[in-house]
């Protein structure tokens, strides 16, 4: 099936740095989005992105949707212990009848 | 409050043996959803049902099977047939007119 790349794999930071993290599709999607998943829990949505250049915030959280419909990414500014997780990022094409496409995630590490 | 609920939270097998999933909404949602996720590996879809009485294979199905005999119940039989079926297992659901997953909390599988 269809797959994104997401990057990096995974990051060791300071606590009160800021992140980014992105993914990439072959594809166009007509939506991205990005979950959490904290250890041993199910994933989390953050920030839902429907349309091509769009900028979404939500508190730390920084999303944007690719003006080529091909990419997204995701920033966490000052960076706190509990942001500790598996990031996850998402896609639907256009057909909008197959199943949304997951990145493999990013692991975060927060050094207090 | 309205959500999914997956259990067994933990559950253990000897090999050969068959065990069930459950996973409950109470959303009202549409579809339903079954993913593996292994470390490193993301999210892998095993089976989705997105109407009562129906459902699709995904990218991994051989080794697992399913059921959709009601709107809000969706379980995961994995079968002895399943050879490496050590794991984490995610219910997710649909609302019909969007494409946002609700994850479940997970189960975790260890075969003995």
């Known amino acids: 099936g269809q797959q994104l790349n997401q990057s990096p794999q995974s990051m060791f930071i300071q606590e009160g740095e800021d992140v980014s993290m992105n993914c990439t599709s072959s594809?166009?999607?007509?939506?991205w989005l990005w979950y959490k998943q904290d250890p041993g829990e199910g994933p989390v949505l953050l920030i839902a992105?429907?349309?091509?250049?769009e900028l979404t915030s939500n508190g730390r959280l920084t999303a944007q949707f690719g003006i080529t419909r091909k990419d997204s990414f995701l920033n966490i500014s000052a960076s706190i212990p509990s942001d500790v997780g598996i990031y996850f990022c998402a896609g639907q094409d256009d057909s909008g009848n197959t199943p949304l496409v997951f990145g493999k995630g990013t692991r975060l590490s927060v050094i207090a | 409050d309205g959500g999914i609920t997956q259990s067994p939270k933990y559950l253990f097998r000897k090999e050969g043996q068959n065990v069930t999933l459950s996973c409950e909404q109470n959303l009202n949602h549409d579809a339903m959803y079954w993913y593996r996720q292994d470390p490193g590996q993301g999210l892998r879809l095993i089976y989705y049902?997105?109407?009562?009485?129906?459902?699709q294979k995904g990218d991994i199905a051989e080794g697992y099977s399913v059921s959709r005999e009601k709107k809000e119940s969706f379980p995961l039989t994995v079968t002895s047939a399943q050879k490496n079926p050590t794991a984490f297992y995610l219910c997710?659901?649909?609302?019909?007119?969007?494409?946002?997953?609700?994850f479940g909390a997970g189960s975790r599988l260890t075969v003995l």
């Open positions: 997710a659901s649909r609302w019909g007119g969007a494409n946002v997953l609700t």
């Open positions: 049902s997105q109407i009562v009485n129906d459902f």
């Open positions: 992105l429907y349309k091509a250049g």
């Open positions: 594809s166009i999607f007509n939506t």
